[in-house]
């Protein structure tokens, strides 16, 4: 099945800082979200970005899908960005459902 | 409002016991999905259903039981067969199949 690896996996700023995500996947894909699930549990919606740009405040998202990568851009980080950060993938052919990377735990500090 | 419901937040199993965790829906979707996500881990698929009374298993369907009878709803039932039941379950739906997937707020289960 699809592979998906997410970097890093562990990250700590300042608050005001701006940090990159990253994804990588193994093939091609036409579904690509990312996630942000807060101390609850609960997954947040992002994106839904299999290919392009796309801009929501201080958050975008970039894929190449040709090139298997997608990248999550925080800028001026705040506290409550505080959480794991998921990436996940559907492969163009295979089963239905979303793969999912480990995660970056990403901890900003005041 | 629209949305996934996911009931009950916290379930607590004896060992040898089947349990049903219950998802609905009020978005119209098509598709629903449970994940399993264990500490520090990605979420896994457990089962998938495209439409009423169709459903495929996932990555780790062994020891887990589905239904789809309505729309709306996609219970899973975990049966004495999973050998490590504990863990935070978490249902999805979509509109269609690999589209945009939106979750509930998950059942976490423990087993006592």
């Known amino acids: 099945g699809i592979q998906v690896e997410q970097s890093p996996p562990d990250l700590i700023l300042q608050e005001g800082a701006n940090s990159t995500l990253r994804c990588n996947f193994s093939?091609?894909?036409?579904?690509l979200q990312w996630f942000h699930q807060n101390p609850w549990g609960q997954l947040i919606n992002l994106f839904y970005i299999p290919s392009g740009t796309k801009q929501n405040g201080r958050l975008s998202a970039t894929t190449v899908a040709t090139e298997r990568y997608s990248l999550l851009y925080i800028s001026s980080s705040q506290t409550t960005d505080s959480g794991v950060y998921f990436c996940?993938?559907?492969?163009?052919?295979?089963?239905?459902?979303?793969?999912f990377g480990k995660g970056t735990h990403l901890i900003i500090q005041p | 409002d629209g949305g996934i419901t996911q009931s009950p937040k916290y379930l607590f199993r004896k060992e040898g016991q089947n349990v049903t965790l219950s998802c609905e829906q009020n978005l119209n979707h098509d598709a629903m999905y449970w994940y399993r996500q264990d500490p520090g881990q990605g979420l896994r698929l457990i089962y998938y259903?495209?439409?009423?009374?169709?459903?495929q298993k996932g990555d780790i369907a062994e020891g887990y039981s589905v239904s789809r009878e309505k729309k709306e709803s996609f219970p899973l039932t975990v049966t004495s067969a999973q050998k490590n039941p504990t863990a935070f379950y978490l249902c999805?739906?979509?509109?269609?199949?690999?589209?945009?997937?939106?979750f509930g707020q998950g059942t976490r289960l423990t087993v006592v």
């Open positions: 259903s495209q439409i009423v009374n169709d459903f």
């Open positions: 093939d091609s894909v036409n579904n």
């Open positions: 999805a739906s979509s509109i269609e199949r690999r589209a945009e997937a939106f």
């Open positions: 996940a993938v559907a492969a163009g052919g295979g089963a239905d459902g979303l793969t």
